[in-house]
């Protein structure tokens, strides 16, 4: 997707956010931000910008599902179990070891989901315990990503329309990529919320989705869970981070989506990270 004649993005922006939503008690979606190179793993705030000269920066959105709290607990350990991994692979680029990056992350994901289901088989409050788990991986010129479950990432190119990157993981989901539902439809199926593929949530195996995406100056990416996109169509998303006058002045990208999205439907929890390159 990216021209060798065009020149990688050095600066990153982000902003971050969640919400509980108008009906839940609890959150049970999870975000991170974070940024590591060969000595250092630094945990990232709400927003902010930096340079990809010599760090990655890595973002992931997680939604937990499960009895009592046991979905919030997953969707933290979700997050919380990049930090061990990722680190080690810094550098994997400048070593030429770019077809790694899929085993790294499919690694990353197996780990996940073997705690998870640990839990789930030795705490009966924890019994089904899963969680959706999509992840972004930025060094310069690409985006690495890895994704199970319904979470989404989008694709902004500085040049062309909006693209959904992760594949749903459902039956409806499916349907929507085989052209047999259009967005609308596969909004008011009554199985859209039920996945094929988690991590934990009692699956035996996981096969998660990864891949990359070559990135130029001025694109954007969009992860977000689907409480947002139970709030927000996709082209109400594109216009809330392409058009400036549809954010209030000063205000981060993602709280405008996820408090848009909440005031639209909150029947979900919400949540959404913007990530801009330059």
């Known amino acids: 997707m990216r021209s060798e004649a065009e020149e990688h993005p050095t600066k990153i922006t982000w902003s971050g956010m969640t919400h509980p939503g108008k009906a ?17 793993l630094r945990y990232l705030g709400k927003t902010g910008d930096s340079t990809l000269h010599n760090a990655d920066f890595v973002f992931a959105v997680s939604d937990g599902m499960g009895g009592a709290k ?8 979700a997050t919380e179990k990049i930090m061990r991994l990722l ?41 089904g315990m899963g969680a959706t788990l ?3 991986w930025f ?9 199970i479950g319904d979470s989404r990432l989008y694709y902004l190119p500085a040049k062309g329309e909006m693209q959904q990157v992760s594949a749903d993981d459902s039956y409806v989901g499916w349907l929507r990529r085989n ?27 996981v096969d998660p989705q990864i891949g990359a995406v070559g990135c130029n100056e001025g694109d954007r990416f969009l992860l977000c869970t689907d409480g947002v996109i139970d709030g927000l169509w996709d082209a109400a998303l594109e216009r809330l981070i392409r058009e400036p006058d549809a954010t209030p002045e000063n205000e981060a ?26």
């Open 24 to 40: 839940r008690a609890n959150n049970e979606d999870a975000f991170l931000a974070l940024t590591f190179d060969a000595q250092e």
């Open 70 to 77: 046991s979905g919030e607990f997953a969707s933290r350990i």
């Open 87 to 127: 680190p080690k692979s810094f550098g994997m680029a400048a070593q030429g070891l770019a077809s790694g990056f899929g085993d790294v992350l499919t690694e990353l994901f197996n780990q996940v989901h073997r705690d998870l289901l640990k839990l789930g088989q030795s705490y009966s409050e924890c019994e």
């Open 134 to 136: 999509t992840l972004a």
């Open 139 to 147: 060094m310069p010129g690409w985006v690495y990503f890895a994704h």
């Open 179 to 205: 052209g047999k539902l259009n967005e609308r439809e596969q909004r008011f199926h009554p199985r859209k919320n039920i996945l094929s593929k988690a991590l934990g949530a009692g699956h035996q195996f």
């Open 253 to 278: 990208p993602a709280k405008t989506i996820v408090e848009a999205a909440v005031d639209a439907s909150g029947r979900d929890n919400a949540t959404a990270i913007v990530v801009s390159l330059s």
